[in-house]
């Protein structure tokens, strides 16, 4: 099973490693709302500090691409995750509601610049025939962290909300010192205005097929964000009690975590835009049939679909980005497509859930269907463009020296 991982690089396993550590911290932001109501802040002011929250994960990424551009994939990481274990304590000691939006959009801000550079660094570490895995691996650690911290969390904030903002913190200061003592330092561009890469993101927006790419995974990305707007709407409205939506959420994160590996070692053999479109196709009709289930165990059979298509397509957006980016300009790929990722899923938290109460539930998950089955085929659309930026050329061979004392060659 685990196969299709042998023989990654060093590289590639210490970013494994420390995003699990990194994410087993991540369990401030899941009870954030309980944490703001044991301090006292009313339901209407809450709002402000995940739109913060929210807001930070728009730019981060943008900041966190163009640092690992131009000053290296590993200080932009560990400049990323110590911003992170201060900003926890910031929040924690944040006497009112303005610091506390501060603190949250300072959180959101650092830890979304992580990214860009570890994907960056990844990409330079393997080759094409193997980032398809590689990132595989590193979106597995992000579902083995987030799992075991939505276990851990719950029954550490029974004990005390301290607990948590404590083991965040420490979590990104372990892979701080991870990435400072483990990890190469990365390449920095050396691109320039002059030489017509640039400095910022013009090189990315400049390019047609980045145009065309990123509003297509936007679309599918927001719809697997559904997942956590329509379906907890959905399972109240339907009188169900909240331990059904733990149970759902519990469903998905063992699914995956069990599946990923599995999925990426039988497909490892077919194409990955093929996959792609199979696997979002998967995830899409899962999601839309949310809006026909109505007990326990029919959304337990959507929840089953869409986390099957998840694990199947696990890293492959990212290494469909890092194979087409310039060398000099991966951390900035990377960077707009988490900016994207930012977008469509604060798209989905606010447009989704307003969509759902005002024009109907049913007019959502049809939309999920239509529009995620077209995002999809539309990707797949765009393979012989994608083959043809990602293919090696062969290389010229040589002329063969003339033998000497041929008459015919004299």
Do not use: C
């Not at 603190?103 to 990409?123: D, F, K, N, Q, Y």
């Not at 991966?330 to 859930?353: D, V």
């Not at 085929?377 to 463009?385: Q, S, T």
């Amino acid at each position: 099973m685990l196969s299709t991982f042998s023989g990654l690089p060093r590289t590639a396993w210490i970013v494994f490693a420390g995003t699990i550590v990194n994410r087993l911290g991540f369990m401030v932001t899941p009870f954030l709302v309980y944490y703001l109501g044991s301090r006292g802040i009313s339901t209407d002011q809450v709002p402000y500090v995940l739109g913060a929250l929210g807001a930070g994960n728009l730019v981060g990424p943008i900041l966190g691409g163009l640092l690992a551009d131009r000053r290296g994939r590993r200080p932009t990481m560990v400049t990323g995750l110590v911003g992170v274990a201060a900003s926890h304590g910031l929040l924690f000691a944040a006497p009112n509601v303005l610091f506390l939006s501060l603190a949250a959009v300072l959180l959101s801000i650092t830890g979304s610049m992580v990214s860009p550079a570890a994907s960056a660094l990844v990409a330079e570490s393997v080759g094409p025939e193997r980032r398809r895995s590689a990132f595989s691996l590193v979106h597995w650690a992000v579902n083995i962290g987030t799992a075991g911290a939505g276990m851990l969390g719950g029954f550490l904030a029974t004990k005390g909300y301290w607990l948590l903002f404590l083991v965040d913190a420490s979590g990104s200061l372990a892979y701080a010192v991870i990435a400072a003592t483990l990890l190469p330092l990365g390449s920095r561009s050396k691109s320039t205005a002059a030489d017509g890469g640039g400095i910022g993101y013009g090189v990315v927006f400049r390019d047609p097929l980045m145009r065309m790419l990123l509003p297509l995974f936007g679309v599918s990305i927001a719809i697997y964000s559904l997942t956590e707007a329509g379906l907890p709407l959905a399972i109240r409205d339907d009188g169900l009690s909240p331990t059904v939506l733990g149970l759902m959420a519990t469903v998905n994160a063992v699914l995956v975590v069990i599946l990923q590996p599995i999925a990426t070692s039988v497909l490892s053999g077919l194409p990955q835009l093929r996959v792609y479109v199979a696997a979002g196709t998967l995830i899409a009709i899962g999601v839309a049939l949310t809006g026909v289930a109505d007990t326990a165990w029919g959304y337990a059979g959507t929840v089953v679909l869409w986390s099957v298509g998840e694990a199947s397509i696990g890293g492959i957006h990212s290494s469909i980005i890092q194979s087409i980016a310039p060398e000099h300009a991966r951390g900035r790929y990377q960077g707009a497509f988490q900016w994207s990722w930012g977008i469509a899923r604060f798209s989905a938290l606010t447009i989704g859930t307003a969509v759902y109460a005002h024009a109907g539930p049913a007019v959502l998950w049809w939309f999920s269907a239509v529009a995620g089955v077209a995002a999809a085929l539309g990707v797949g659309a765009l393979a012989p463009a994608i083959n043809r930026r990602t293919a090696v050329p062969e290389p010229t061979p040589e002329p063969e020296p003339e033998p000497d004392g041929d008459p015919v060659a004299r």
